[in-house]
């Protein structure tokens, strides 16, 4: 594929993106994004053949970088501490949140594309696996005593991403008027202070 295919592919994954911020998905048509990037509707259909392979194109940006982020921060609760690992995992997500705020109008993707199977499937299973993620590294914080083991550790992992997905939808919600990365990590560490080991 051409260099110049390759970026009007990502461009096009991109107009959607920022559609689906200011307007909702329901908004979004290829017409708009063919529109708005100068190009005919039909080129747009040259590189995806139905405007729900834009939305999955869209999913997939929204993921792209959580197999680096699940790698790192296990790398870390293994080589230094698990609070670390935590804080690592939860600072990756937010720092690029608030860099690209529009990404943040896929924090609830499975109700976006709930009745569009393909779609659904996907956006469920990007749910599940950063849930996942986030309880495993819970999981080896309680193992290494830093996090208290009385409590179960999927209801600590619902807790930690309750709070990143609150607060993003707060930050949309108040038109990005505060840092979404100094509350969340605020809150983040009140949370570990909350749970963890207090020290004699």
């Known amino acids: 594929m051409e260099l110049s295919s390759v970026h009007k592919k990502a461009n096009i994954v991109l107009t959607a993106i920022d559609l689906i911020h200011e307007f909702g998905i329901h908004s979004v048509s ?19 053949s139905k405007k729900n392979h834009i ?11 959580d ?5 790192t921060s296990l790398e870390k609760a293994k080589k230094s501490t698990s609070r670390e690992a935590i804080l690592f995992y939860m600072d990756s997500y937010v720092s690029y949140y608030e860099n690209y ?14 009745g569009i199977s393909e779609l659904e499937t996907r956006a469920k299973d990007i749910f599940l696996n950063r849930l996942a993620h986030i309880q495993e590294l819970i999981r080896i914080a ?8 009385d409590i179960s550790t999927e209801i600590l992992a619902d807790m930690v991403h309750s709070i990143f997905i609150g607060l ?30 207090k020290k004699d």
């Not at 309680?142 to 083991?149: G, L, P, Y």
Request: glycine fraction near 2%; include cysteine.
């Open 30 to 48: 290829t017409k708009e994004i063919a529109r708005r990037l100068g190009l005919s509707e039909s080129t747009i259909f040259k590189y995806f």
């Open 55 to 65: 939305f999955l194109a869209v999913l997939e940006h929204f993921s792209l970088y």
């Open 67 to 71: 197999q680096d982020i699940f790698r």
């Open 101 to 114: 705020p529009q990404i943040t109008a896929l924090i609830q993707a499975y109700e976006l594309f709930r």
């Open 142 to 149: 309680q193992e290494a005593n830093v996090i208290k083991q």
């Open 168 to 197: 993003c939808l707060k930050w949309r919600i108040k038109n990005f008027n505060f840092s979404l990365r100094k509350e969340t990590m605020h809150t983040i560490h009140l949370w570990l202070d909350a749970f963890s080991y």
